[in-house]
Nanobody, 116 residues
Framework: EVQLVESGGGLAQPGGSLRLSCAAS????????MSWVRQAPGKGLERIAT????????YYPDSVKGRFAISRDNAKNTLYLQLNSLKTEDTAMYYC?????????RGQGTQVTVSS
């Protein structure tokens, strides 16, 4: 059974930083593309970062490019998302997802709130 457990969310000030983690189990993590997706209040899901299993290539949409960084530790089966230069519009529930654009599983999420 695929399990994805996010942690690290919380309250941050505009311009601040947070680091999210996702502990993965139930599948071969090192061979899986992995993503972070988010859902802001009243909006749909948005894929904000993907790290590919081959070559470690990454994808970011323009909304977070240069501010967020996805990484992985295959030895620990853990996915990370470093959030820098946070904006109020980054407030959302953040989910770890197995796969890229067509991910097939995601965790329960961790809330990120950006407010002064």
């Amino acid at each position: 059974e695929v399990q994805l457990v996010e942690s690290g969310g919380g309250l941050a000030q505009p311009g601040g930083s947070l680091r999210l983690s996702c502990a993965a189990s139930g599948f071969t993590f090192s061979r899986s593309d992995m993503s972070w997706v988010r859902q802001a209040p009243g909006k749909g899901l948005e894929r904000i970062a993907t790290i590919y299993s081959l070559g470690g290539f990454t994808y970011y949409p323009d909304s977070v490019k240069g501010r967020f960084a996805i990484s992985r530790d295959n030895a620990k089966n853990t996915l990370y998302l470093q959030l820098n230069s946070l904006k109020t519009e980054d407030t959302a529930m953040y989910y770890c997802a197995k796969g890229g654009a067509n991910y097939d599983a995601r965790g329960q999420g961790t809330q990120v709130t950006v407010s002064s």
